[in-house]
């Protein structure tokens, strides 16, 4: 497998080589830190003045990476300047989607859209050069599950790989793979007491985010269901309860972040189920409906204890939720909301 930080290095490369041909135009690239969720900082300059980006990379811009983009570069406030994503190959409608979003971009083949006047440049209809770059391991369904749970817990990089194997539900053999792959990605770093620590990790949600949508999502739904006539969305949490399914079931989606948020309504939910799914549906009478306002998910990780669940409801953890939220376009201010009170300061890259 190639190194994943020479292909996007390669991307970079590319889009720095085109535009350094725009005509009267001087480009400076200066890569970012660790701490930093972007690739670099770009400034173009010219007679007609100058103008700064921030530089996002997004190797296969797919539908549903592009609009996870658009999210991730709108809520989370990496800085002043615009950004400009950079990519292998953006599409027809893949530019017309971040155009109409505000969002400039350039890729590997030249097609480009730069809207700073006076600067202003549009080039489009250019081939692909390339093949598109491969999926790294560590954004594989397996991979995507250990990054999960070192996100929600970054304390178990001091676990043993069997721990962490156990835990994320996956192979053994797995684990090491991914976690250089990480290192080289430099989102895991040793300290001088040889600590391992994980850092950059607005950066690594928004990736994960991603491969959650376009990998796991597919490798983990089951069924989309309706209640019972006579039962209602808000209800659900009491069924719950009553059917004693705190132990088995999560809440998630919009319902699982109207539990924790104020004011919300929800419309739909996510239930992350461990055990027997039709035995869950039949007790809390979900009838399979595939325009259904809920959607039962295989949940991540180890099943909670029942000992220590006792009748607690279970929700989603807040990443979890707010990967489900900006799948769903529609849910995307609930996400920002959710994004700003629970996982800020949480994912905030730290040394």
């Not at 970079?12 to 670099?40: H, M, N, T």
């Not at 835990?167 to 797995?174: E, S, Y």
């Not at 999560?250 to 039709?278: K, N, Q, Y």
Request: hydrophobic share 40%; with cysteine.
């Amino acid at each position: 497998m190639a190194d994943p930080r020479i292909q996007e290095q390669q991307i970079i490369d590319a889009c720095l080589v085109s535009l350094q041909a725009l005509r009267g135009c001087a480009v400076s690239f200066i890569p970012a830190g660790r701490q930093e969720p972007i690739a670099g900082h770009l400034l173009l300059e010219g007679p007609w003045g100058s103008a700064g980006y921030r530089v996002k990379v997004v190797p296969r811009l797919t539908p549903m990476a592009a609009e996870l983009a658009i999210h991730q570069l709108g809520a989370l406030h990496s800085g002043p300047e615009p950004a400009l994503v950079m990519a292998d190959f953006v599409s027809v409608n893949m530019a017309e989607k971040l155009r109409g979003h505000g969002i400039e971009y350039i890729d590997s083949a030249g097609n480009a859209h730069l809207n700073r006047p006076p600067l202003l440049v549009e080039v489009s209809g250019r081939k692909r050069r390339t093949r598109p770059p491969r999926t790294s391991r560590a954004f594989q369904p397996s991979g995507l599950r250990l990054v999960h749970l070192l996100l929600k817990r970054p304390e178990t990089l001091g676990w043993t790989y069997r721990e962490l194997a156990q835990q994320a539900g996956i192979a053994l053999g797995a684990v090491g793979p991914v976690l250089k792959e990480l290192e080289e990605r430099g989102f895991i770093i040793t300290t001088k007491e040889k600590k391992k620590l994980l850092v950059n990790r607005l950066d690594l949600l928004g990736r994960w985010e991603i491969g959650y949508a376009e990998r796991l999502y597919p490798k983990l739904y089951l069924e989309t269901c309706r209640l019972a006539a006579d039962a209602t969305l808000t209800g659900l949490p009491d069924l719950i309860r009553h059917q004693q399914l705190h132990a088995q079931v999560l809440v998630g989606g919009e319902l699982g972040a109207a539990l924790i948020l104020e004011g919300v309504r929800p419309a739909s939910a996510t239930l992350h189920l461990h055990g027997d799914p039709l035995a869950i549906m039949l007790r809390l009478r979900l009838v399979p409906d595939p325009d259904g306002e809920i959607e039962l998910l295989r949940a991540l990780g180890e099943p909670r204890d029942p000992e220590g669940a006792k009748d607690k409801l279970a929700l989603a953890d807040p990443l979890l939720l707010h990967a489900e939220l900006v799948r769903k376009t529609s849910q995307g201010e609930l996400a920002r909301h959710l994004f700003d009170r629970y996982l800020a300061r949480h994912v905030t890259p730290r040394s």
